[in-house]
């Protein structure tokens, strides 16, 4: 398919912006396992259901502990993101492929402002994201629920139909997708070979951007 001109775009950050095989998102996964259990009378045992119990009701564990548990949400991220962000390595490749978008760049994450900040350093490609719309800016609503997209759509100033927005999780994609967003999905998983919610599937996200720049201009 065509898309209509490009003029912005939207990326996820962890394990879009950098790989998964860095490791960095096990991290958090864990520190989240450990907040639950220090904080929140949870069995070492129960860590991972709770957390996808909270996932799948609520859009996040965060928004779960929020809901259920009254968790001050600072607290719980800057505790889960207290993790080794030498895992990422610096991709001079992601830095040129983003340079070489037209339009306005922009980071949509359920993260905060510091991970990202922290996360684009050590890549290398700060420089190049007009703002960082996180989870705190959506008033700790977290993607895939509807809301945040609508925010982000008003609080950048987006049109919808021109813009493109790239993620790792499948369900993510389709609120964008339901704005008249162009999706684009990152996976190297033969199961996402198809999928309603994606424009496009990539494996090579800043190889992709390479050639999709390239086409459009
Ligand atoms: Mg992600």
Redo the contacts with the bound molecule.
Sequence with gaps: MKPSILDAWLF?????LYPAESGL?EQIRARIGSYLVRNCGVNAADMAATQQNYRERFGSTLAGLMAENRVEPEHFLSFVHDVNYEAIKPSPRLAHALAGLSGRLFIF??GSRDHACRVTDRLGISGVFEDIFDIARAGYVPKPMPDPYRDIVRDLNLTPRNTAFV???ER?LAPAKALGMTTVL?SDSAENSASAAADYIVSDLSGWLVDFGTRSS
Aim: glycine share 0%; no cysteine; proline share 0%.
């Design positions: 996820d950050l962890d394990n879009t998102f994450t359920n993620e790792d999780i993510n990152v």
